[in-house]
C-alpha cells in the first residue's frame, strides 16, 4: 500500500507499509526532517505533517499559488 500524504493540497510525502507502520518518504525538502519517521495510521502522519510545518510556518508559503510558481513549499 501507498499513500500521497498532502499539505494544503500540495503532495509532501508518501506512506508506504513497512514491518506493520507506515513508513512516510518525503518528497518535499520542508517535511525532510520527518522522512524515515513511521506511524500507525494516516491520520497520525497528517497531523504530524501539519505539526511540523506550523512550526516552521515563518519560511512556508500562504496559498498553494506560492509553493507551485516557487517549486515547492518554501520561499
Known amino acids: 500500500m501507498k499513500q500521497v500524504v498532502e499539505y494544503q493540497g500540495i503532495p509532501v510525502g508518501v506512506l508506504m507499509q513497512r514491518d506493520g507502520c507506515?513508513?512516510?518518504?518525503?518528497?518535499?525538502?520542508?517535511?525532510?526532517?520527518?522522512?524515515?519517521?513511521?506511524?500507525?495510521?494516516?491520520?497520525?502522519?497528517?497531523?504530524?505533517?501539519r505539526v511540523h510545518v506550523r512550526r516552521h510556518e515563518p519560511r512556508m508559503p500562504m496559498n498553494r499559488g506560492n509553493a507551485l510558481s516557487s517549486g515547492g513549499l518554501s520561499q
Open 22 to 49: 507506515l513508513a512516510f518518504m518525503a518528497v518535499k525538502y520542508d517535511v525532510i526532517e520527518l522522512d524515515g519517521e513511521r506511524f500507525s495510521s494516516v491520520a497520525e502522519a497528517r497531523e504530524a505533517v
